[in-house]
Structure formats: structure tokens, C-alpha cells
């Protein structure tokens, strides 16, 4: 960014990451900044607070693993927080056993009963498993049939995306499970990007750290409403798109949680993720807290039984579904956004993607600069700094 102060007013609607970030680099940038978010804290779904009892950490909105591999943001986050070195093993009970995931060699030997190595895993999973028919997988079934086959498949995925999603994988695109990887080691880290880590206290903190910046005023418990614009040069809105509009073309799905918490003395299950892949298990997942952060050690233990269920409006929206039709409601969203001045649309809600936090504050970070850039020539600020259909 340039050195010359800018001056003006910004409203920020959302105090989770990317409000946090797009506040940060305006505010360095000389403009005044207020940031108002309906919620009681800052965060967003990041938001981490200790519990009180047992001193653990607990992911609020669910568990929160830091992965990327931009190197940029990796070192944007480590000047707000120390991020401790953490690798997400998950482990996945189905049919009466407990597997590793992602799908990695001993995941398949294990569920085969065989002592197989590399090559010879990867021939069988090819050879007899996989079904090499299906040349581009198109959706999420076709995805898994292609690249496990139908045994791994209905015992790891079938159930579990029922459950997750609400409807059958043949219904969802291949893109959902791309993001696991199939390995043909050991190696069981979920993740396969170059920084991973967890922070040493929280999210919560780090953001705290990103809006402790002269020109930032946060106002928390204060829902956004259009004539809060007024007096503003311009509004970043990270809130969800259809709800700026007042839902008037209909409502965008979502998938919501609930999070059926409860509390345990010692180690309930030994792992902080634990995957239910059976259909027949009502809830996806339970994540023991404490074992987000290793280095601390704490007696009593915090745990979330997972649930996925259809979004209703006073849900929490967690996941976009952007399947056919919710990408056609989408499409004419953005074209009513792109048709609205003085207001661009941001982040995981605001463009109605599903965004890990690292892509969230790279387009954080584009976005300020963006509008640094059209401001200093006099440009227009688009409604959005990237294609959300
Ligand atoms: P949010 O965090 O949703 O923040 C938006 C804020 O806007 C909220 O605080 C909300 O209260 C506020 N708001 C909305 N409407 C209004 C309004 N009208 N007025 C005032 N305030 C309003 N990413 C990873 O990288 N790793 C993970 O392991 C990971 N796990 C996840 C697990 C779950 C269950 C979920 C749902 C997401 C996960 N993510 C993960 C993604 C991560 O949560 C997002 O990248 C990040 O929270 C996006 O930040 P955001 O600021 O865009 O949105
Ligand atoms: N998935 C599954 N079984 C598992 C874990 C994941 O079927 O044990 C599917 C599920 O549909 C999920 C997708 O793979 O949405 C991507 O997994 P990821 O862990 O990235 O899920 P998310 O972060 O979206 O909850």
C-alpha cells in the first residue's frame, strides 16, 4: 500500500476475519474505520474463548485448523499471534472399528486386512477397487467411486455426506471431496499445505490484535441496517449477500450446526476429531477441544457433538450449498449487488462461498488494496473484488 494518508469513512459490517482484515490495512491507510457486528464478541465463526472450568480452549463455532500454503498471509497472521506447530489427524469410527483419515495406507490396509505397500495399494485401489470407468467424475459420488471405489466409499463417505449435506453425494459436486487428498503412505496429516499451525491463544486474540489500531471503533450486540450507511464513504459487507437485500429475491441455503456440548474429567477420546462415517449415527463428528492445543495440559475436558441440519432463518448459516439452484438465486444476487453503489461484498457469507480462513484473508488483503487503488484513481469500487458464481 502507499504511504499517502487517505481520509474517509468506512462502516464494516462483520468483526470476524475479514472485517478484521480489511479494517486493519483502511486504518493504516488513514481512514476511519467503525465495525459493527450483531454478535457479543469479535471473530466471527473463528471465535475462541477458554472455558471457564476447565481452562480449555474452545473453538466456538466449531474447530478451526490454520492451513495454507501463501506464504504472505502465513506471515500476516504470525504478526498478530504465535502460531504453535499442529497437524490435524482425524480419525473416523465405521463399522465397529476406528480408521485414519484422509485415506492413507493404513487406512486401506487396516480396512482390507492386508499388510499391502505403496505400490502395491495403489495397484489394488486402481486395479480392483477403483472404478476407472468414470474418466471425469462430475460429482461427489463419482469422485469417490473413481478414486477408492465403492468399499471405501460407503464406509467413509457415503453416510458421513448424507448426514453433512442432507442429500445424496450423487447430488454434490466432485469439487466437495477434492479437497481430501488420497495417499498411498503413512502420512496422516489432513492437510497438505506447507504452514499449518494453531495460535497459542485463540483466534479471538488475534483479532483483537488486528483491531487494536488507531482509527478502528468496534460496536458489538448492533445489527446492520441500511440507514447506518448514511454519513459513510463506503460499506464492506461481510454479512450474508440475500440478507443486505432483505432476502427479496428469496432465501440463499445454507447448511447450519448445532453443537451438542458436553463436559468430560481426563480424555474422552484421545484425538481432537472423530469422524462417524455411518449413516445410522445421527451426528457427524465429535471434536475434543483440548487437543487443538497440545502444549497445554488440562485435566477436564470440553467436547462438541456435531449436527448438520437445513439452515432456517434464524440459524446460524455455516455452509453454502450452491447447488443448481441456489447458484441460479446466487447468480441474480450478484447482478442486483453489482447494480448497488457504495457497497462491495466480502468473505465467506458475502459471497456465499465456502472459504478456509486463509483464502478469506488473502481476498481481505486484495480487497483493501483494490480499493486503495480506486480511490486513489478516481475509479469505481466494485461490488466485488472476486467472481462469487
Ligand atoms: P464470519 O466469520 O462468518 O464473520 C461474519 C461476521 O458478520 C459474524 O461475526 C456475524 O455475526 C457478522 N454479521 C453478519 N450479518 C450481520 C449484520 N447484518 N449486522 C452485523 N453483523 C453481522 N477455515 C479454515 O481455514 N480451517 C478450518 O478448520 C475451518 N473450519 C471451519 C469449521 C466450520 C464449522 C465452519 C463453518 C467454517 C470453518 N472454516 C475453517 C472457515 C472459517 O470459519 C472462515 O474462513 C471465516 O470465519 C470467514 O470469516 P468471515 O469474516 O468472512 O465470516
Ligand atoms: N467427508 C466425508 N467423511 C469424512 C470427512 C469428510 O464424507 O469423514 C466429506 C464431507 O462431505 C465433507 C467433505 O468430505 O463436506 C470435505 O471434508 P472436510 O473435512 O474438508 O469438511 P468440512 O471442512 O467442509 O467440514
Given at each position: 500500500?502507499t504511504?499517502?494518508?487517505?481520509?474517509?469513512?468506512?462502516l464494516i459490517?462483520?468483526?470476524g476475519?475479514?472485517?478484521?482484515?480489511?479494517?486493519?490495512?483502511?486504518?493504516?491507510?488513514?481512514y476511519?474505520?467503525?465495525?459493527?457486528?450483531?454478535?457479543?464478541?469479535i471473530?466471527?465463526?473463528?471465535?475462541?474463548e477458554?472455558?471457564?472450568?476447565?481452562?480449555v480452549?474452545v473453538?466456538v463455532?466449531?474447530?478451526?485448523?490454520?492451513?495454507?500454503d501463501?506464504?504472505?498471509?502465513?506471515n500476516?497472521?504470525n504478526?498478530f499471534?504465535?502460531f504453535m506447530?499442529?497437524?490435524?489427524?482425524v480419525?473416523?469410527?465405521?463399522?465397529?472399528?476406528?480408521?485414519s483419515?484422509?485415506?492413507?495406507l493404513h487406512?486401506i490396509?487396516?480396512f482390507?486386512?492386508?499388510?499391502m505397500?505403496?505400490?502395491?495399494?495403489?495397484a489394488?485401489?486402481?486395479?480392483?477397487q477403483?472404478?476407472t470407468?468414470?474418466?471425469?467424475?462430475?460429482?461427489?459420488?463419482?469422485?469417490?467411486?473413481r478414486?477408492?471405489g465403492?468399499?471405501l466409499?460407503?464406509a467413509?463417505f457415503?453416510?458421513?455426506t448424507m448426514?453433512?449435506?442432507?442429500?445424496?453425494p450423487?447430488e454434490l459436486?466432485a469439487s466437495i471431496?477434492?479437497?481430501?487428498p488420497v495417499?498411498?503412505n503413512?502420512?496422516?496429516?489432513?492437510?497438505f499445505?506447507?504452514f499449518?499451525?494453531?495460535?497459542?491463544?485463540?483466534?479471538?486474540?488475534?483479532?483483537?490484535?488486528?483491531?487494536?489500531?488507531?482509527?478502528?471503533?468496534?460496536?458489538?450486540?448492533?445489527?446492520f441496517?441500511?440507514?447506518?450507511?448514511?454519513?459513510y464513504?463506503?460499506v464492506?459487507?461481510a454479512?450474508?449477500?440475500?440478507?443486505?437485500?432483505?432476502?427479496?429475491l428469496?432465501?440463499?441455503?445454507y447448511?447450519t450446526l448445532?453443537?451438542?456440548r458436553?463436559t468430560?474429567?481426563g480424555?474422552?477420546q484421545?484425538c481432537?476429531?472423530?469422524?462417524?462415517?455411518e449413516?445410522?449415527?445421527p451426528?457427524?463428528r465429535?471434536?475434543?477441544?483440548k487437543h487443538?492445543?497440545?502444549?497445554?495440559?488440562?485435566e477436564g475436558?470440553?467436547?462438541?457433538?456435531?449436527f448438520?441440519?437445513?439452515?432456517?432463518p434464524e440459524?446460524?448459516?455455516?455452509?453454502?450449498?450452491?447447488?443448481v439452484?441456489?447458484?441460479?438465486?446466487?447468480s441474480?444476487?450478484?447482478?442486483?449487488?453489482n447494480s448497488t453503489?457504495g457497497v462491495t461484498?466480502?468473505?465467506?457469507?458475502g459471497?456465499y462461498?465456502?472459504?478456509?480462513?486463509?483464502?478469506?484473508?488473502?481476498?481481505a488483503l486484495?480487497?483493501?488494496?483494490?480499493?486503495?487503488?480506486?480511490k486513489?484513481?478516481?475509479?469505481t469500487?466494485?461490488?466485488?473484488f472476486s467472481?462469487?458464481?
Amino acid at each position: 500500500m502507499t504511504s499517502a494518508k487517505a481520509e474517509g469513512k468506512i462502516l464494516i459490517v462483520g468483526a470476524g476475519l475479514s472485517g478484521a482484515v480489511i479494517g486493519r490495512q483502511l486504518a493504516q491507510e488513514g481512514y476511519q474505520i467503525t465495525i459493527v457486528d450483531s454478535r457479543d464478541h469479535i471473530g466471527g465463526n473463528c471465535h475462541t474463548e477458554r472455558d471457564a472450568d476447565s481452562g480449555v480452549m474452545v473453538h466456538v463455532y466449531g474447530p478451526h485448523i490454520f492451513h495454507t500454503d501463501d506464504e504472505e498471509v502465513w506471515n500476516y497472521v504470525n504478526e498478530f499471534e504465535t502460531f504453535m506447530p499442529y497437524k490435524n489427524r482425524v480419525k473416523t469410527t465405521s463399522k465397529g472399528q476406528v480408521f485414519s483419515l484422509p485415506v492413507n495406507l493404513h487406512t486401506i490396509n487396516q480396512f482390507f486386512g492386508k499388510t499391502m505397500r505403496p505400490d502395491e495399494a495403489r495397484a489394488f485401489i486402481t486395479e480392483e477397487q477403483a472404478d476407472t470407468t468414470i474418466t471425469d467424475p462430475q460429482t461427489f459420488e463419482e469422485q469417490a467411486m473413481r478414486f477408492v471405489g465403492k468399499d471405501l466409499y460407503e464406509a467413509f463417505f457415503k453416510g458421513y455426506t448424507m448426514k453433512q449435506w442432507g442429500c445424496h453425494p450423487s447430488e454434490l459436486p466432485a469439487s466437495i471431496l477434492k479437497r481430501l487428498p488420497v495417499r498411498f503412505n503413512y502420512d496422516d496429516n489432513y492437510f497438505f499445505h506447507k504452514f499449518q499451525g494453531m495460535p497459542e491463544n485463540g483466534y479471538t486474540v488475534m483479532i483483537e490484535r488486528m483491531l487494536d489500531c488507531p482509527g478502528i471503533t468496534v460496536q458489538l450486540n448492533t445489527t446492520f441496517t441500511q440507514d447506518m450507511a448514511e454519513g459513510y464513504d463506503h460499506v464492506f459487507y461481510a454479512g450474508p449477500l440475500d440478507g443486505y437485500f432483505d432476502y427479496k429475491l428469496g432465501r440463499l441455503g445454507y447448511r447450519t450446526l448445532d453443537f451438542e456440548r458436553f463436559t468430560y474429567e481426563g480424555d474422552y477420546q484421545g484425538c481432537a476429531v472423530m469422524n462417524y462415517g455411518e449413516v445410522d449415527v445421527p451426528f457427524t463428528r465429535i471434536t475434543e477441544h483440548k487437543h487443538f492445543a497440545p502444549w497445554e495440559s488440562h485435566e477436564g475436558s470440553v467436547c462438541y457433538r456435531e449436527f448438520s441440519r437445513a439452515a432456517e432463518p434464524e440459524d446460524i448459516p455455516y455452509y453454502p450449498i450452491r447447488q443448481v439452484k441456489e447458484k441460479a438465486l446466487l447468480s441474480e444476487y450478484v447482478e442486483l449487488a453489482n447494480s448497488t453503489n457504495g457497497v462491495t461484498f466480502v468473505g465467506r457469507l458475502g459471497t456465499y462461498r465456502y472459504l478456509d480462513m486463509d483464502v478469506t484473508i488473502r481476498e481481505a488483503l486484495d480487497t483493501a488494496r483494490g480499493f486503495v487503488a480506486a480511490k486513489q484513481s478516481n475509479g469505481t469500487v466494485p461490488a466485488f473484488f472476486s467472481n462469487p458464481t
